[in-house]
């Protein structure tokens, strides 16, 4: 079945760096993959999706990429604030707009944000 | 819209006891998903639902059940309850199969 790496587990970066976490999948059927941000006491909540079709999005500082070829894709955060200090997730699914979309979640990265 | 909604948040059981958990989606969804989330394991997949029929299951015990009602609204429940089935359990919801899934507060159930 599919598995997906996320690294690094932990990361740390100074008010207004860029922060950047990378995921690969094992499974080239999989063809949609977001990332979600969990905030203690918090469900996962949606920050940004990205499609097997469509190689980058970006919206505001977040952005996320995706190599098919290579099998992983990546969340890049820009002038990190302290609010962005939270545990972020990527997933990978197979079955965007089919009948197959239950998603696989990394480990998770805890990204801290230092003012 | 209103968010997915959870009951209870926070839930105290002991070993053997049976527990429901319960999940309301965003008006208008109709696909429910479930997730166990645990520091060790992470986010899991348990099960979803779509239109009252159980369309997909990840590899859990068959302790592990759920259902979806004609509102959409879905309950999963865990028979003879295991030390290890504490965990924060995460209701996701879509507007139709597999589409993005807005997650819930979650159910942190405790174990003793």
């Known amino acids: 079945g599919e598995n997906v790496e996320q690294h690094p587990s932990t990361l740390s970066v100074q008010e207004g760096d860029s922060a950047v976490i990378k995921c690969t999948y094992s499974?080239?059927?999989?063809?949609?993959f977001p990332w979600y941000k969990q905030e203690l006491g918090k469900g996962p909540q949606l920050i940004i999706d990205i499609r097997s079709n469509v190689g980058e999005k970006k919206d505001q500082r977040i952005a996320v990429t995706l190599n098919k070829t290579a099998k992983h894709f990546s969340l890049h955060i820009t002038e990190t604030q302290p609010e962005d200090s939270a545990v972020y997730f990527c997933a990978a699914s197979m079955g965007y707009g089919g009948s197959q979309g239950n998603l696989i979640f990394g480990k998770g990265t805890k990204l801290s944000v230092k003012p | 819209k209103a968010g997915v909604t959870q009951t209870p948040r926070y839930l105290i059981k002991t070993r053997g006891q049976q527990v429901t958990l319960s999940c309301s989606p965003i008006?208008?969804?109709?696909?429910v998903s479930w997730y166990q989330q645990t520091p060790g394991q992470g986010l899991q997949f348990l099960f979803e639902?779509?239109?009252?029929?159980?369309?997909n299951k990840g590899n859990f015990p068959g302790r592990f059940s759920g259902r979806q009602f004609s509102n959409s609204r879905s309950e999963m429940n865990v028979s003879t309850l295991e030390l290890g089935d504490s965990a924060l359990y995460l209701c996701?919801?879509?507007?139709?199969?597999?589409?993005?899934?807005?997650f819930g507060p979650g159910t942190r159930l405790l174990v003793l």
């Open positions: 499974d080239s059927a999989s063809n949609y």
């Open positions: 996701a919801s879509s507007g139709i199969i597999q589409e993005t899934q807005y």
């Open positions: 639902y779509f239109s009252e029929t159980q369309r």
């Open positions: 008006s208008g969804h109709r696909s």
